[in-house]
């Protein structure tokens, strides 16, 4: 449907037309463009958009710079004609077209929760709403005095509410101690359909509103629905688990078939996997998932997610699976911070409580000898951005406890970090990390730059040049600082990348470089 030469990041269909966003290589400054007729919506490739709503024959979107704090709303026209309709002072989304004259939007007040308000495009004018401030989403209008939508407003999981439209009273509907994560509503408006992100795994029901009705629908396997649509009487959802590649699916409603349209090829060797949890050092149960060998004195990689307001899930991972056949056991915990549990272990590590979650890192490796068998002398530990930066964080903190570690576009020091990201960006992310002015002497104690002096473990640094979250001088940084004393450090910046890698040839010579890397410390050490 389209022949860009670069990514195409997310597409919209309005009026019958496909809009699509790209970027320059993964720099996440997307461009809009009506691709049926090639049309530029916007042609500003020093500003990030992002897409908000269709008002008859205009979208309306937002626009930042890189180095300003301040969102601008635009609406333009498909034959590329912009207007500025108004500015704001924080990161602000365009959540839904409320009427024919105002837009719901929300407007993050910290890295997790949002203030929600009415735009009225006509008058200028900002109405906010009487509700707390709180993760938001899926607001979906049923009729003119009633909607519905998720938060986690009143018992820290994201669950469904019902909204009246015209009081602004709101009721939440269901009680799921897990939070809601895909979620459509049928023509009818009464019968939705949602997952339930339960210990990671993905649950899928059938909910019937009026009658407060949940209805289990079953899946083949235990895993992780990626992307969720509904289309008449089907849904469409992209699948996957630990041992089983990605597959896209059709569920059909009438008759509960479900059919595997397409996808990877099985794997081919026998995988074990487990899932369970482990007490850390303030007796928190941190849960985590394991491709496990059953055997005693096994190589054993521990690999630490992003965000660090995200979550490890149950889903197929390739470096993981070529990891397995290679011998080790790999480990994927969701340490403090993580989302997908109640909204109070998000905020477990947030300031001077960072290096609780290294803590609970290395009470996993600790687990993992007791219980698992893993070779205490024979341990890695990998992470990507905020788990590249908790891995810096274990080889600098706890030296002694690591034969060798990957960092992947992580955070060497929060100060430098927070001076070189994105302005709006840098605002966000003080409300996890420290402020700048405040938080100084913290910061540069637990930094790892300030630290590179103890790493005892052979470190391999990967990062990408267009990078607009973790600026890749952060990965520069480190291993110049690493070299100045004399360790045993490489980096690999990939030209052609940005924070989350696209190109398969990148990820396949990342993904080998770790495995020959992590085989040559363990044979040297037998």
């Known amino acids: 449907m389209t022949d860009e030469k670069q990514n195409v990041r997310k597409y919209w269909f309005a009026d019958n037309q496909l809009i699509i966003s790209t970027d320059f290589n993964g720099n996440e400054r997307e461009q809009f463009k009506l691709a049926d007729k090639n049309i530029s919506l916007t042609d500003s490739p020093e500003y990030y958009h992002y897409y908000g709503t269709t008002v008859d024959d205009r979208i309306i979107y937002l626009r930042n710079h890189r180095d300003k704090e301040i969102f601008e709303m635009h609406s333009s026209s498909f034959d590329g004609n912009s207007k500025l309709l108004n500015t704001f002072d924080r990161p602000t989304k365009v959540l839904s077209k409320y009427d024919e004259n105002r837009l719901l939007i929300s407007q993050d007040v910290t890295n997790i929760n949002q203030q929600i308000s009415l735009y009225d495009m006509a008058e200028n004018e900002i109405q906010t709403l009487p509700f707390p401030k709180g993760r938001f989403k899926n607001y979906t209008a049923i009729d003119d005095s009633q909607a519905i939508f998720i938060s986690d407003y009143s018992n820290g999981y994201l669950n469904l509410y019902t909204l009246n439209k015209e009081t602004w009273a709101y009721e939440r509907i269901t009680d799921f101690k897990w939070n809601i994560e895909h979620f459509t509503l049928s023509t009818d408006k009464n019968t939705a359909y949602l997952t339930l992100n339960e210990n990671g795994f993905s649950r899928l029901y059938k909910f019937e509103i009026n009658k407060r009705l949940l209805t289990k629908i079953a899946l083949p396997f235990e895993g992780v629905i990626h992307s969720f649509k509904k289309n008449k009487d089907h849904l469409y959802f992209l699948y996957s688990g630990m041992s089983e590649p990605h597959h896209f699916y059709l569920y059909d409603l009438n008759d509960g078939l479900l ?268």
């Open 259 to 526: 059919e595997k349209l397409f996808g990877n090829p099985s794997i081919e060797a026998e995988v074990s996997i487990s899932t369970g949890t482990y007490i850390s050092f303030d007796d928190l149960d941190v849960p985590y998932y394991l491709y496990e060998q059953r055997k005693k004195g096994v190589k054993t990689v521990i690999n630490i997610h992003g965000g660090p307001e995200s979550q490890a899930r149950p889903e197929f991972n390739e470096l993981y699976y070529k990891l397995f056949k290679e011998g080790y056991q790999i480990a994927v915990p969701n340490i403090r911070g993580s989302t997908g549990c109640h909204k109070f272990y998000i905020g477990l590590d947030d300031k001077e409580k960072r290096l609780d979650a290294v803590r609970d890192v290395v009470y996993l490796r600790t687990h993992l000898i007791n219980v698992h068998g893993a070779d205490g002398e024979n341990t890695f530990i990998m992470g990507k951005s905020y788990g590249g930066f908790i891995t810096l964080l274990s080889v600098t903190q706890y030296p002694e406890l690591w034969k060798g570690a990957v960092d992947i576009v992580g955070i060497s020091h929060l100060k430098t970090f927070l001076k070189n990201t994105s302005k709006w960006r840098r605002t966000l992310r003080s409300h996890e990390y420290g402020f700048i002015g405040e938080h100084d002497k913290f910061m540069k104690n637990i930094a790892p730059l300030e630290n590179a002096a103890a790493i005892q473990a052979p470190l391999r640094i990967f990062h990408s040049k267009h990078d607009a979250r973790v600026p890749y001088t952060e990965s520069e940084q480190m291993y110049e600082k690493m070299k100045r004393h004399g360790k045993d450090v490489a980096l690999v910046i990939y030209e052609n990348e940005g924070h989350q890698f696209l190109h398969t040839e990148n990820i396949d010579d990342m993904n080998n470089e770790i495995i020959k890397f992590f085989n040559h410390l363990s044979d040297n050490n037998t």
